[in-house]
């Protein structure tokens, strides 16, 4: 099984040198900002998903895309802090779906509809969000085209980046990738007595790679594979752009948006910036870092001093692909340019505070889980490689979790695998409790034991992780705790691996919370 793994990854690894991509010039489209929706209270939103031929790179003509609000990436959502918002999510999208579906997934299987491009299946979910089932993206809960679904948001919830993207059973790397995600901002009234960046120095950032065939189009595999590494990468929906920016301070919004791709972010000149906040708010404090790497569906909120700079600086890569694979390996550097421009004045703060933080007590928790993250060896079916990507051995339909309504739980994830998986729970904002080191497995090299390392001490979560998640870093070889408080909404939630390629590959489960003395 390793032996078929590596060899599908040097294949994948040669294709992204060949295919287009590479050969584009860097830096000469500028950076787009997604057009802002604020609904007032009790407005609801009309949000169509159809497709839209958009311009990428100026050398590759019109792509077509699939689209939030007619754009690639979707407009951004800025919601306040207890209103709620209605949207009515429809799709409007073409009869048949631009990339090849591989019906050995679970969910494509189930489609009556067989076609190498059948009907798209969509349905949104709102990455980060406290909000009720129905409202949630179960992934069969899928739209086809010409249907609509009205969601609730509460928004009772901390002021967050928070994201949406498609969540559709066994075809959401296909629906991302045509283009299904845009920001959802939760505004909080503290956040403005901080003074931080507001207006045009406050710039969302989603950073995806993309392959393009020499028509211009997205180029994807036609069955599936393990991970999806593109040949170029975009922000906001353009192939390596520039910003110009004033020499002060910004702060910026980024989201990983990538199927698989990690990315381990740095400025090439060097400098230092401070993240404010991660997936569900503000950190108590400013965190000063010369780099942040992102898993797939995490965020970042930094502030960013351009005022000691002139001219260009680059924002870079170095994260292999896959993660954390070998130095250099996979790996593209640029992401984009900032050019430093002019002269400004700036009445923006750095506060030396931000937020309090409460910490989740261990002693209050009633449950203790544990969960093991592995590649499991089963028969080819189909185009299926021999094996599939599970946790604890069970697959979608197998529920054996069900927190109790209000409870506060520990959950342990053991990855065993060599690859980093990045674990999203749906409905909860949780916190980071410690990682230690399990034991190699010595009949798979590269693989792990469920079994702590004798003689080592739990390691805390670094600073710009102490505060609230949605998405964490599973490493190889690493358990991981985690605490959450399953409050407020009872129901079916999903919980995986948010490298989209696993998440169709079952790597992709449900817990159920349910109110006590079920």
Known sequence: MAGCVQSRRLWQLERVEEDEGGSLGKFVEQLIIPVALRPSSGERL??????????????????????????????????????????????????????????CLHGPHAYPDKREHPRPRTVVHLHGGHVPPES?????????????????????????TLWYHDHALGVTRLNVYMGLAGFYLIRDESEFALNLPRGPFEVPLVIQDRSFAADGSLDYPKSWEEEFFGAAILVNGRVWPYLDVRPRKYRFRILNGSNSRTYTLAFDSGQSF???????????????????????????????????????????????????????????????????????????????????????????????????????????????????????????????????LGSTEVWSFSNLSPDVHPIHLHLVQFQILDRQKLQPDPDRPGFFLPLIMLATRPDPPEPNEAGWKDTFRSMPGEVTRIIAVFANFAGKYPYHCHILEHEDHEMMRQFEVVKPNR
């Open 136 to 160: 949630d993206g179960y992934p069969e809960a899928t739209l086809l085209p010409g249907e609509s679904s009205i969601y609730e948001y509460p928004n009772t919830q901390n002021g967050a």
């Open 274 to 404: 401070y993240q404010i906040g991660s997936d569900g708010g503000f950190l108590p404090e400013p965190v000063g870092v010369r780099q942040i790497t992102l898993t797939t569906g995490e965020r970042a909120d930094v502030i960013v001093d351009f005022s000691k700079r002139t001219g260009e600086l680059h924002l870079v890569n170095s994260a292999p692909a896959p993660f954390p694979g070998k130095a250099g390996e996979g790996v593209i550097r640029e992401v984009m340019q900032f050019r430093v421009r002019g002269t400004w004045g700036d009445d923006s703060a750095l506060p030396s505070r931000l937020t309090a933080v409460p910490r989740l007590r261990e002693s209050a928790a009633v449950k203790f889980r544990q969960f093991n993250l592995d590649m499991v060896d089963e028969s080819p079916k189909c185009t299926d490689p021999g094996f599939r990507w599970l946790i604890n051995g069970l697959g979608w339909d197998d529920i054996t979790e069900y927190p109790e």
């Open 46 to 103: 009309e949000i169509a998903m159809t497709e839209t031929r958009q311009v990428l790179h100026r050398d590759l003509g019109e792509t077509s895309v699939w689209a939030y609000s007619g754009g690639y990436p979707g407009a951004t959502i800025e919601a306040q802090r207890n209103q709620p918002l209605r949207v009515r999510w429809s799709n409007r999208l073409p009869a048949r779906h631009r990339l090849h579906v591989d019906h």
